[in-house]
């Protein structure tokens, strides 16, 4: 199946650093969600975007939904240990036949101290 | 809060042998799904379901089979186990089928088949 262009693949920084990552997609979604998953756990839902133009917050994460709709971003700031994990953004039609998700190829995030 | 429950995080089985994977939502969610991942090759969807009795194939379905007698309940069945499918299956569910409602995945049971 299709997969979004998630970058950077991985991303290797120091505690306090802030954090940019994206997905673009040749088509468009009607809703953008980013995922944390961490070792040997499933993925957790950490925003979802419902939007064009939308720019939601959850804490220290802020993700927008491109106005085009053919892209995310997810920003996290002041980068903790804990941040460590993998970031996965999804793209879903919705709709009858749009529950399927597409996802990005994934975000490896290393946080030194 | 959304609760997704695998029945296994490790499970070690057979060549040959049947296997089943069972998930179990408490939300009422119509749509569920099954994924594998892989390392370098993401999730991957092997089936879904929009309600009970219903399933749908995914991406890869090839030896899997579903069953959802309940709605709560989405049981992943490999048929006869091969070690090509050794892997992390991932069940997610999501609500009313006709919105943009995220899905919300369990922690996933990593799989060995020997």
Not at chain 1, 44 to 70: C, D, H, M, P, W
Not at chain 2, 3 to 28: A, P, W
Not at chain 2, 41 to 69: A, H
């Amino acid at each position: 199946g299709q997969q979004l262009n998630q970058s950077p693949q991985s991303m290797f920084i120091q505690e306090g650093e802030d954090v940019s990552m994206n997905c673009t997609s040749s088509s468009i979604f009607n809703t953008w969600l980013w995922y944390k998953q961490d070792p040997g756990e499933g993925p957790v839902l950490l925003i979802a975007l419902y939007k064009a133009g939308e720019l939601t917050s959850n804490g220290r994460l802020t993700a927008q939904f491109g106005i085009t709709r053919k892209d995310s971003f997810l920003n996290i700031s002041a980068s903790i240990p804990s941040d460590v994990g993998i970031y996965f953004c999804a793209g879903q039609l919705g709709g009858t036949s749009g529950s399927r998700l597409t996802f990005g190829e994934g975000t490896q995030l290393t946080v030194n101290p | 809060d959304v609760k997704v429950t695998q029945s296994s995080r490790y499970l070690v089985k057979r060549t040959g042998e049947k296997v089943f994977l069972e998930c179990v939502q408490d939300m009422d969610h119509e749509n569920m799904f099954w994924y594998r991942q892989d390392p370098g090759l993401g999730l991957r969807l092997i089936y879904f379901s929009y309600d009970v009795k219903m399933k749908e194939k995914g991406d890869i379905p090839e030896g899997y089979s579903v069953s959802r007698e309940k709605k709560e309940r989405f049981s992943l069945i490999l048929e006869s186990a091969s070690t090509n499918q050794t892997s992390m299956y991932l069940c997610a569910s999501r609500r009313l089928k006709f919105s943009n409602q995220p899905q919300h995945f369990g922690d996933g049971t990593r799989l060995s088949i020997l």
